[in-house]
């Protein structure tokens, strides 16, 4: 009898285990992405702001050199490095809803630079944006899942607000859909975070369904912090 109880508890508490043990992981990797990804936003955000220094604001910058010059001309001496710098790392971004990243940003060439921490900021070479060069932070470099949403976050260095996130006010924001009801039309101004609409049905939001390009503006208007709604 005692035996067949021992028997029993051990069961009990390996269901247990089983069903809050995922929830625990994910509340770690929740917080771990959301804490590498702060540090490696600081980092570049100091890097720029030291830039500006010896290289003027950031009206005067060009931002129609490609990614590798770019970096060179502006960023290369502000930011330390490992010795690990390739111009072409061959990963195939996706989207959050799993689909290939098609974006300019992710298929144009582009300049990868490794932090010693293990992270890489992609200097992107897309001429989309004339007022601002995109930089894609990927939280932990080569490894997967190489997701934006997941690891892989999608900023701009802007000449009006500096250092943002696509989604914020109204940079970042992509071409109208096919609803031509829908008001969040083509250059929305978006305030200075609007949550319903990071989190909404266009094609960039921050949802399973979408694009993922808006999840960093999400984090940083949650306080840095990966919410339960977020799409995990």
Excluded at 7 to 26: K, Q, Y
Excluded at 71 to 86: D, E, F, P
Excluded at 98 to 122: K, M, N, P, W
Excluded at 143 to 161: C, S
């Amino acid at each position: 009898m005692a035996q067949a109880a021992s028997h029993f508890a051990l069961g009990i508490i390996g269901i247990v285990a089983a069903m809050t043990l995922p929830a625990l992981i994910s509340k770690h990797e929740k917080l771990t992405t959301a804490t590498k990804l702060k540090k490696s936003y600081s980092v570049l955000a100091q890097a720029i702001k030291m830039s500006e220094v010896s290289n003027g604001s950031l009206d005067d910058w060009d931002y129609t050199i490609p990614g590798q010059e770019f970096w060179q001309r502006y960023l290369t001496n502000y930011i330390s490095i490992s010795n690990r710098t390739v111009t072409e790392t061959g990963i195939r971004y996706r989207y959050l809803n799993g689909e290939a990243c098609q974006e300019g940003f992710c298929v144009r060439d582009s300049y990868t630079v490794f932090l010693s921490d293990g992270s890489s900021l992609i200097v992107s070479s897309f001429q989309g944006f004339s007022n601002g060069r995109v930089i894609m932070i990927d939280i932990n470099g080569f490894k997967e899942p190489n997701m934006l949403g997941k690891d892989v976050f999608v900023y701009a260095i802007i000449k009006k607000y500096g250092l943002s996130p696509f989604g914020y006010k109204d940079f970042g924001y992509s071409a109208p859909t096919e609803d031509e009801d829908n008001p969040y039309s083509y250059n929305q101004v978006f305030g200075e975070y609007n949550r319903d609409i990071l989190t909404g049905n266009q094609k960039y939001a921050c949802n399973k369904n979408s694009r993922g390009v808006w999840c960093a503006a999400l984090i940083i208007m949650d306080g840095w912090e990966i919410k339960k709604d977020y799409p995990w």
